[in-house]
């Protein structure tokens, strides 16, 4: 099993739509964790961390579910510049980070 | 600027030359993580600095491949004798403390090995 695991996709989804993803985890003593963002071609940009309690940026809510070791973003109101590819990130070890291999968002008009 | 800056943003080589791939960090930034990115894929772990402490290298895939980081600042990443499937865009990043401090990324490398 994967040290961190998210659905491919692509998501095809239309505008102003609301979109979820996951993002599992098999470490258990996973610290910390986060989304970035990375457009086609481009470097991956931070999104958002994500809080034990979860936490909310706009349009974008992310969750950590420790019992069942995943986290989630949800995307409301979906616009067309949301298309991109979105990494989990998860931090065990005090400096160990560990890149999902993303999860592709194509929003259309 | 202020960010991360990587050299060269392109680099084409012959299979067997060696190549050399800078990566400058943001100043102050204490951690320096070397990522490589295949098409289509996701980031592999290569390597990781953190301030004067030895660097976690269990991500480099052979031999072949280096770093190193001076002065707790700029960092090398060197491959020997290139072959076709190291073709891939290389990503540094910096953080500053490493851990759960969030991620800066240069621009990346891309490498092709014809």
């Known amino acids: 099993r994967k040290e961190v695991e998210q659905d491919p996709g692509p998501f095809n989804v239309p505008e102003g739509a609301t979109v979820a993803f996951n993002c599992t985890y098999s470490?258990?003593?996973?610290?910390?964790f986060f989304w970035y963002r990375q457009d086609c071609r481009k470097e991956p940009k931070l999104l958002m961390s994500v809080y034990s309690s979860g936490n909310e940026d706009g349009r974008f809510t992310a969750q950590l579910n420790r019992a069942s070791q995943y986290i989630s973003l949800l995307i409301r109101d979906s616009k067309l510049s949301d298309s991109a590819t979105y990494l989990c990130?998860?931090?065990?070890?005090?400096?160990?980070?560990?890149f999902g291999t993303g999860t592709r968002l194509q929003v259309f008009p | 600027g202020a960010g991360v800056s990587q050299s060269p943003s392109n680099k084409v080589t012959e299979k067997g030359k060696d190549v050399e791939l800078r990566c400058d960090p943001i100043s102050g930034h204490t951690a320096l993580y070397w990522y490589r990115q295949s098409l289509g894929q996701g980031l592999e772990f290569l390597i990781y600095f953190q301030g004067n402490s030895a660097p976690d290298k269990s991500g480099l895939p052979s031999d072949r491949f280096s770093a190193e980081r001076t002065g707790g600042s700029v960092s090398t990443l060197t491959i020997q004798r290139t072959q076709q499937e190291d073709s891939a865009v290389y990503l540094c990043?910096?953080?500053?403390?490493?851990?759960?401090?969030?991620?800066?990324f240069g621009n990346g490398t891309r490498l092709t090995v014809t």
């Open positions: 990043a910096s953080s500053l403390r490493g851990g759960d401090s969030p991620l800066h």
């Open positions: 470490n258990s003593a996973s610290q910390s």
């Open positions: 990130v998860v931090v065990y070890n005090t400096d160990k980070l560990i």
